[in-house]
């Protein structure tokens, strides 16, 4: 008689063991001991340069969408909640309208079922969705956009604790001084604006670089279990969540009321087009990050982010009038050295190496009974070294 698979998730491979009758590749099998997955474009040319165009476009549509939208908060459309949930309304319809109409070379449904684990990794993605953007667009209103992309800048250090809490993961030297360069210099730039104060504008944007780094790490543990998800998936799953929780914030806050009345003054066509072109770079926005995620890792991802926050403090200048004294641009500057500093080190092959020792999740019947704070993301370290290849091999 056939031997019945064992559903209990305890007897789970670790990441890169081949599994019978899986058909993988070695070289799909050494991928995935480095902690890629197989729709990994690692390795080509093109793979290469498809990784950096995303990179790119990355990069400028952040920065455009930013400035938009700290010109919107700053009187055209002091929406800030209903700019999130339109946004999420919108990702969503074209998401729905892309899966139905793309080609199954580029898109394919998913052929299994989410488990309780993976839709507690999706709700985690959607608060810090709503944590990350909402509390951002917010803060705009209160701060300058500098001092609100100085703040988040903390994001790189707030991964660091969630990897610490969740995946055991270890700093060396260059990468814990970087962070206290980091740090260093989010005080100082922070601490000697002119329109910094410990108040509203200051717990949301701390809120919101708390909620990207959730973003990060929830988002690298679903497509790392799961690796044929599509990132269309997940723009569609996250966004129901923040609009439920965005339409009740800005009810609260007023925005229907601000929404009103930017409609007397601005017209109803320029608020539906403002809404149009935020919820389009949104959406393809969330599919360019899902994408450099999926294809990379979700340290190269904050990684890159690292950059961005140097760019668009940089174009904050250009494009609005920023007041600044010379201790903010002196921590400026030592938080932009933190950053690529810390870039560095993310990226160095001994930073890399203590993703290969991750294992996969193992899943009981009952996945939230385990009184262990990291029963979210089991790892051990030790067996999951006998099924890490040669550092020398041809494949790394």
């Keep these: 008689m056939a031997p019945q698979p064992d559903c209990s998730g305890q007897n789970e491979p670790l990441l890169g063991e081949h599994r019978s009758g899986s058909g993988m590749s070695p070289k799909i099998q050494a991928g995935l001991r480095r902690g890629e997955t197989p729709e990994s474009p690692r390795g080509g040319k093109a793979s290469t340069s498809a990784v950096v165009v995303l990179i790119i476009v990355f990069l400028c549509s952040d920065s455009a969408i930013t400035i938009l939208l700290k010109w919107l908060m700053d009187g055209p459309l002091r929406t800030p909640a209903l700019m999130t949930v339109v946004s999420q309304a919108l990702s969503f319809i074209m998401g729905l309208v892309a899966t139905g109409c793309l080609p199954s070379s580029i898109y394919k449904a998913p052929e299994f079922a989410f488990d309780a684990q993976d839709w507690f990794a999706v709700v985690v993605l959607s608060l810090g969705y709503c944590m990350n953007v909402g509390c951002r667009n917010i803060a705009f209103i209160y701060f300058s956009l500098a001092l609100v992309q100085l703040i988040r800048g903390l994001i790189p250090l707030i991964v660091w604790v969630l990897s610490s809490y969740f995946l055991h993961r270890r700093l060396n030297k260059w990468q814990l ?147 600044s ?39 009981s019947p009952h996945p939230f009974s385990s009184s262990s704070p990291s029963a979210f993301i089991d790892t051990d370290i030790e067996s999951a070294q006998h099924s890490i290849i040669d550092p020398s091999s041809p494949d790394q």
């Design 177 to 323: 001084m970087s962070l206290f360069i980091l740090v260093c210099g989010i005080c100082l730039g922070a601490g000697g604006s002119a329109d910094f104060s410990i108040g509203p504008g200051f717990a949301l944007a701390l809120c919101s670089a708390t909620g990207s780094a959730i973003m990060i790490v929830s988002s690298g543990f679903l497509v790392l279990r799961r690796p044929s998800v599509n990132v269309l998936d997940i723009v569609i799953l996250q966004a129901p969540i923040p609009m439920v929780i965005m339409s009740i914030v800005g009810y609260f806050i007023g925005d229907f009321q601000r929404l009103e009345e930017s409609i007397n003054l601005e017209g109803l066509s320029f608020v539906v087009g403002i809404f149009v072109l935020v919820g389009t770079m949104a959406f393809f926005f969330n599919v360019i990050v899902y994408l450099i995620i999926k294809w990379t890792s979700s340290i190269y991802y904050s990684v890159a982010g690292g950059f961005r926050y140097c760019l668009i403090m940089a174009l904050s200048y250009v494009f609005f009038n920023q007041s």
């Design 325 to 363: 004294n010379v201790l903010e641009i002196c921590g400026i500057v030592i938080a932009c050295i933190g950053f690529l500093s810390n870039s560095m080190a993310e990226m160095s092959p001994n930073s890399r190496k203590y993703a290969k020792s991750i294992r996969p999740p193992s899943f």
